[in-house]
């Protein structure tokens, strides 16, 4: 393997992209896998059914092997289609829930993690000082009230709100903008599925003769849109934070967890360390020359 040039600079991040949007990304990878299998037994079993003759007028028994109390569950197959169709919609109100809620963690995440790194934004001098100065000697307590406030904006409310609260802090995003109306859809299925069992709120709560209304329809094609809605907006506020306040924060974050380890070593020492430790956690491997410079900069904080 070639020997790392790539220096050590505060406010240029060496990686594509920060650690927190890789782990979104894992979220929703796994988050479309399961949802995946779950398509794929569906097309099996109808074509199983076709294969075998099955008629929509039999009853389970003949065609699953149901036990009796199962049975009396569904009259036919045709019963039975309809409500698996209803369980496949629930499946994918489900999936909306769970893409929902990984977006505003990431984004509860990444704003935390820009304005811990870059507190002068709060103040409108943007990299006037290093967050990780404030962590290292204990002075950051009155930042991360501040940011837990921000985060609790960009993540509360409808879109509107939330997008015009992190274009207070961080400047216009045009993705986000343009993902407006996407993402307060997605909000509004989100709250129908998390308090109103997939249906409309209002309308759940009327008074009157008690009744089931029928759930929301989330086609496949609708929650893929939703994906990729959530992707872009996900990658395009994350290329914009790390560019502009993150830059290498996470790894000096990274680093100071384990700093008390190795404080009695010198210089060169702990820079060997940080890159073992950063190779031991399966990141994108930093070479000798930039964990130098790190804990050079580290030092000086």
């Known amino acids: 393997m070639a020997k790392s040039e790539y220096e050590f600079a505060r406010w240029a991040a060496q990686l594509p992209q920060t650690w927190r949007l890789s782990l979104y990304n894992k979220h929703m990878e796994e988050l479309q896998r399961i949802g995946a299998s779950h398509y794929s037994a569906s097309k099996f079993i109808y074509r199983a059914l076709g294969r075998s003759g099955a008629q929509w007028s039999d009853k389970p ?8 109390d199962e049975v009396d569950r569904y009259q036919d197959i045709a019963e039975w289609s309809d409500l698996y169709n209803d369980f496949d919609n629930w499946v994918n109100l489900s999936s909306l829930l769970s893409l929902a809620s990984n ?3 990431y984004l509860s995440s990444i704003t935390s993690l820009a304005l811990m790194s870059d507190p002068g934004l709060l103040l409108g ?3 006037a000082v290093d967050g990780m100065a404030l962590v290292k000697n204990n002075c950051a307590q009155h930042l991360m009230e501040q940011q837990s406030h921000v985060c609790k904006e960009v993540t509360r409310g409808d ?3 939330r997008i015009c609260a992190f274009e207070l ?6 993705e986000l903008r343009a993902a407006h109306s996407e993402l307060e859809e997605m909000r509004i299925l989100r709250n129908e599925i998390g308090h109103a069992f997939g249906r409309d709120i209002e309308k759940s709560r009327e008074l009157g003769e008690p009744k089931k209304l029928p759930m929301r329809k989330l086609s496949h094609s609708r929650l893929r849109k939703f994906y990729s809605a959530s992707s872009r907006v996900a990658n395009s506020i994350d290329q914009q934070l790390l560019t502009h306040h993150i830059g290498e924060y996470e790894i000096l974050e990274f680093y100071r967890k384990f700093e008390e380890q190795v404080s009695d070593r010198s210089a060169s020492e702990r820079a060997q360390a ?10 994108v491997p930093r070479g000798k020359l930039f964990c130098r410079g790190l804990v050079s900069y ?3 904080l």
Not at 169 to 174: A, I, K, T
């Open 61 to 68: 028994l003949s065609d699953f092997g149901f036990k009796e």
């Open 103 to 105: 977006l505003e963690t």
């Open 125 to 127: 001098a943007s990299r």
């Open 159 to 161: 879109w509107s709100a």
């Open 169 to 174: 802090v961080f400047g216009s995003n045009l």
């Open 274 to 283: 940080l890159k073992k430790k950063v190779g031991r956690a399966g990141s």
């Open 298 to 300: 580290w030092d000086q």
